[in-house]
Protein backbone atom coordinates (compact mmCIF):
# COMPACT_ATOMS: atom_id res chain seq x y z
CA UNK A 1 0.00 0.00 0.00
CA UNK A 2 3.06 2.07 0.08
CA UNK A 3 3.31 2.26 -3.36
CA UNK A 4 0.38 3.87 -4.13
CA UNK A 5 0.22 6.94 -1.84
CA UNK A 6 3.90 6.86 -3.33
CA UNK A 7 2.66 7.48 -7.11
CA UNK A 8 2.96 11.31 -8.56
CA UNK A 9 0.00 13.11 -9.58
CA UNK A 10 -1.18 13.41 -13.44
CA UNK A 11 0.44 16.07 -14.81
CA UNK A 12 -1.28 16.30 -18.52
CA UNK A 13 1.57 16.65 -21.51
CA UNK A 14 -0.69 19.17 -23.36
CA UNK A 15 -0.54 22.89 -23.03
CA UNK A 16 -3.71 24.03 -21.67
CA UNK A 17 -4.20 26.45 -24.10
CA UNK A 18 -4.94 23.89 -26.96
CA UNK A 19 -7.54 22.29 -25.41
CA UNK A 20 -11.04 22.74 -24.38
CA UNK A 21 -13.75 21.13 -22.39
CA UNK A 22 -16.37 21.73 -24.89
CA UNK A 23 -15.22 21.19 -28.37
CA UNK A 24 -18.50 21.34 -29.77
CA UNK A 25 -17.78 25.37 -29.67
CA UNK A 26 -14.78 25.54 -31.70
CA UNK A 27 -14.99 27.16 -35.17
CA UNK A 28 -13.34 24.09 -36.50
CA UNK A 29 -13.34 20.08 -36.28
CA UNK A 30 -11.12 18.81 -33.13
CA UNK A 31 -10.37 15.29 -34.23
CA UNK A 32 -9.34 13.52 -36.90
CA UNK A 33 -12.81 12.22 -37.68
CA UNK A 34 -14.58 15.65 -37.41
CA UNK A 35 -16.10 17.29 -40.34
CA UNK A 36 -14.15 18.93 -42.76
CA UNK A 37 -14.43 22.73 -41.68
CA UNK A 38 -13.43 25.45 -44.52
CA UNK A 39 -13.97 29.24 -44.27
CA UNK A 40 -15.38 30.93 -46.80
CA UNK A 41 -13.88 34.00 -49.18
CA UNK A 42 -16.55 36.36 -48.19
CA UNK A 43 -16.11 38.27 -51.61
CA UNK A 44 -16.89 35.53 -53.59
CA UNK A 45 -19.97 34.92 -51.17
CA UNK A 46 -21.54 38.80 -51.54
CA UNK A 47 -20.58 38.45 -55.29
CA UNK A 48 -22.56 35.19 -55.58
CA UNK A 49 -25.53 36.58 -53.72
CA UNK A 50 -25.10 40.29 -55.79
CA UNK A 51 -25.38 38.39 -58.77
CA UNK A 52 -27.99 36.26 -57.76
CA UNK A 53 -30.17 39.62 -56.75
CA UNK A 54 -29.49 41.52 -60.49
CA UNK A 55 -30.65 38.29 -61.73
CA UNK A 56 -33.61 38.36 -60.08
CA UNK A 57 -34.58 41.51 -59.79
CA UNK A 58 -33.61 41.89 -63.59
CA UNK A 59 -36.59 39.10 -64.07
CA UNK A 60 -39.12 41.04 -62.13
CA UNK A 61 -38.45 44.00 -64.01
CA UNK A 62 -38.66 42.61 -67.46
CA UNK A 63 -42.29 40.84 -66.15
CA UNK A 64 -43.51 44.39 -65.47
CA UNK A 65 -42.19 45.84 -68.55
CA UNK A 66 -44.09 43.12 -70.34
CA UNK A 67 -47.46 43.94 -68.10
CA UNK A 68 -46.67 47.52 -68.61
CA UNK A 69 -46.98 47.04 -72.58
CA UNK A 70 -49.91 44.56 -72.64
CA UNK A 71 -51.46 47.44 -70.50
CA UNK A 72 -51.01 50.08 -72.93
CA UNK A 73 -51.82 48.12 -76.46
CA UNK A 74 -54.83 47.17 -74.04
CA UNK A 75 -55.31 50.96 -73.45
CA UNK A 76 -54.77 51.74 -77.56
CA UNK A 77 -57.04 49.20 -78.14
CA UNK A 78 -59.98 50.58 -76.11
CA UNK A 79 -59.09 54.34 -77.06
CA UNK A 80 -58.97 53.04 -80.91
CA UNK A 81 -62.70 51.36 -80.16
CA UNK A 82 -63.92 54.62 -78.65
CA UNK A 83 -63.01 56.36 -81.48
CA UNK A 84 -64.45 53.79 -84.27
CA UNK A 85 -67.55 53.66 -81.96
CA UNK A 86 -67.67 57.75 -82.24
CA UNK A 87 -67.10 58.19 -85.79
CA UNK A 88 -69.95 54.98 -86.70
CA UNK A 89 -72.71 56.38 -84.81
CA UNK A 90 -71.58 59.52 -86.29
CA UNK A 91 -71.53 58.31 -89.85
CA UNK A 92 -74.75 57.93 -91.92
CA UNK A 93 -75.72 54.10 -92.43
CA UNK A 94 -78.87 52.97 -94.25
CA UNK A 95 -79.68 49.99 -92.41
CA UNK A 96 -79.84 49.22 -88.23
CA UNK A 97 -76.87 47.33 -87.47
CA UNK A 98 -76.81 43.82 -85.58
CA UNK A 99 -75.16 42.61 -82.90
CA UNK A 100 -71.96 40.63 -84.22
CA UNK A 101 -72.33 41.39 -87.46
CA UNK A 102 -69.35 42.61 -89.99
CA UNK A 103 -69.37 45.97 -91.13
CA UNK A 104 -67.23 48.22 -93.14
CA UNK A 105 -66.47 51.95 -92.51
CA UNK A 106 -65.51 54.36 -95.39
CA UNK A 107 -64.77 58.26 -95.69
CA UNK A 108 -66.14 60.18 -98.67
CA UNK A 109 -64.08 62.93 -100.40
CA UNK A 110 -66.11 65.74 -98.24
CA UNK A 111 -64.80 63.95 -95.00
CA UNK A 112 -68.18 62.59 -93.45
CA UNK A 113 -68.48 58.93 -92.84
CA UNK A 114 -70.44 56.09 -94.49
CA UNK A 115 -70.87 52.40 -92.72
CA UNK A 116 -71.57 50.13 -95.14
CA UNK A 117 -72.29 46.30 -95.67
CA UNK A 118 -70.10 46.08 -98.94
CA UNK A 119 -66.22 45.31 -97.93
CA UNK A 120 -63.83 47.33 -100.13
CA UNK A 121 -62.88 44.39 -102.50
CA UNK A 122 -66.72 44.45 -103.56
CA UNK A 123 -67.19 48.10 -104.36
CA UNK A 124 -66.05 47.94 -108.50
CA UNK A 125 -65.81 50.97 -110.08
CA UNK A 126 -67.85 53.25 -108.08
CA UNK A 127 -65.88 52.36 -104.52
CA UNK A 128 -63.11 55.15 -105.73
CA UNK A 129 -64.90 57.83 -104.28
CA UNK A 130 -64.66 56.51 -100.79
CA UNK A 131 -61.52 55.58 -98.44
CA UNK A 132 -61.97 52.83 -96.42
CA UNK A 133 -60.88 53.40 -92.89
CA UNK A 134 -62.01 50.13 -91.01
CA UNK A 135 -63.68 46.45 -90.84
CA UNK A 136 -65.66 46.54 -88.18
CA UNK A 137 -68.16 44.20 -85.51
CA UNK A 138 -70.32 46.05 -83.44
CA UNK A 139 -70.39 44.20 -79.89
CA UNK A 140 -73.19 43.48 -77.48
CA UNK A 141 -72.41 46.35 -75.18
CA UNK A 142 -72.72 48.44 -78.30
CA UNK A 143 -69.18 49.82 -79.02
CA UNK A 144 -67.28 48.08 -82.07
CA UNK A 145 -64.36 45.52 -82.38
CA UNK A 146 -61.97 46.53 -84.73
CA UNK A 147 -61.33 43.39 -87.32
CA UNK A 148 -59.05 45.37 -89.62
CA UNK A 149 -57.79 49.29 -89.97
CA UNK A 150 -56.59 51.37 -92.67
CA UNK A 151 -53.87 54.54 -91.35
CA UNK A 152 -56.46 56.84 -92.39
CA UNK A 153 -57.95 55.89 -88.59
CA UNK A 154 -54.68 56.40 -86.89
CA UNK A 155 -54.84 60.05 -88.28
CA UNK A 156 -58.79 60.59 -86.90
Known sequence: MKEESKKEPFINPIDPDKITENPHNLPYGHNVGS????P?????LKGRALNAM???TDMQLD???QQMNLLAQ????????KVISEKIYGAEMRFEPLINHTYHL????????LLSLIAPDQWGRSGDKFNFVA???LLADHTWDIIEKSDILDDL
Do not use: M, P, S
Not at 74 to 81: N, V, Y
Open 135 to 137: TVK
Open 40 to 44: EDQGK
Open 106 to 113: YQRENKTF
Open 54 to 56: EHQ
Open 35 to 38: AVVK
Open 63 to 65: QIY
Open 74 to 81: QAKGLKDR
